[in-house]
């Protein structure tokens, strides 16, 4: 019963900032790659960071390099993106992911959250 839940979504002004935290949950023996994605209406789903195990290797999409910033709290099992500078063409509903490994038994997951809505707009 892994799971991650998404929570900080909501409705904000252009310019303005979002922090999203996404937590993990259950049986977990050790999280590896955490990230964020984002689907905008009509789009694709696409990648916007991600961060290895040890929170120090990050990669961002284009789009969001300079105000976005991806960090992780591995005692929380939580990783966080801190929006800034936002734009009406990061409103999208975001989601969170992880590769992890179970408990028991022993087991690799991709995870995914279920998403948190970000609205930019005035």
């Known amino acids: 019963q892994v799971q991650l839940v998404e929570s900080g979504g909501g409705l904000v002004q252009p310019g303005g900032s979002l922090r999203l935290s996404c937590a993990a949950s259950?049986?977990?023996?050790?999280?590896?790659?955490m990230g964020w994605y984002r689907q905008a209406p009509g789009k694709e789903r696409e990648l916007v960071a991600v961060?290895?195990?040890?929170?120090?290797?990050?990669n961002y999409a284009d789009s969001v390099k300079d105000r976005f910033t991806i960090s992780r709290d591995n005692a929380k099992n939580t990783v966080y993106l801190q929006m800034n500078s936002l734009k009406p063409e990061d409103t999208a509903v975001y989601y969170c992911n992880a590769d992890l490994i179970t408990l028991n038994p022993r087991n690799f997951l991709k995870v995914w959250g279920q998403g948190t809505l970000v609205t930019v707009s005035s």
């Open positions: 259950g049986s977990i023996f050790s999280i590896n790659a």
């Open positions: 961060i290895a195990s040890g929170g120090s290797t990050t």
